[in-house]
């Protein structure tokens, strides 16, 4: 590499945003999210399950959520809430964390909801190369 040049490296990223680079490949192939089917269920439905409702159709556009519906939705978590409500709230703020600060795109403010597989095992999430992912 020439003099006064620099690049960004995994050791970097790792480093850095504390990322993990050995695990599991990160991988968002979807083509037609909406046929997406896990465990026998359609994309939207599994959406449901995971967060216990569905977003209004206003906030929702092409495979991606407004926002300000996850922001609004789970911005405080209940005092009183059960382990499964802390859960939900989990996997809003990590899908909210993918979407918009480690992996931000052209997509505006919208939480693209092809991050579903990796939420819905909270427990596996450690088991990614994060920092690989975020480096390409």
């Known amino acids: ?73 789970f911005r405080v978590l209940p005092d009183d809430a059960t382990e499964e409500t802390v859960r939900i709230y989990a996997r809003a703020y990590i899908m909210m964390l993918l979407s918009t600060q480690l992996f931000g795109d052209k997509s505006e403010n919208r939480v693209h909801i092809w991050w579903l597989p990796f939420v819905a095992r909270l427990d596996d999430m450690g088991s990614y190369s994060w920092g690989s992912t975020a480096l390409a």
């Open 1 to 73: 590499m020439p003099f006064g040049e620099c690049t960004i490296t995994l050791q970097d990223v790792a480093y850095q945003l504390r990322l993990s680079v050995d695990g599991l490949p990160v991988s968002r192939c979807f083509t037609d999210f909406e046929k997406f089917i896990v465990e026998g269920k359609p994309a939207w439905e599994w959406f449901q399950e995971l967060f216990g409702e569905l977003p209004p159709q206003n906030k929702v556009k092409h495979y991606t959520v407004h926002f300000t519906w996850f922001h609004e939705r």
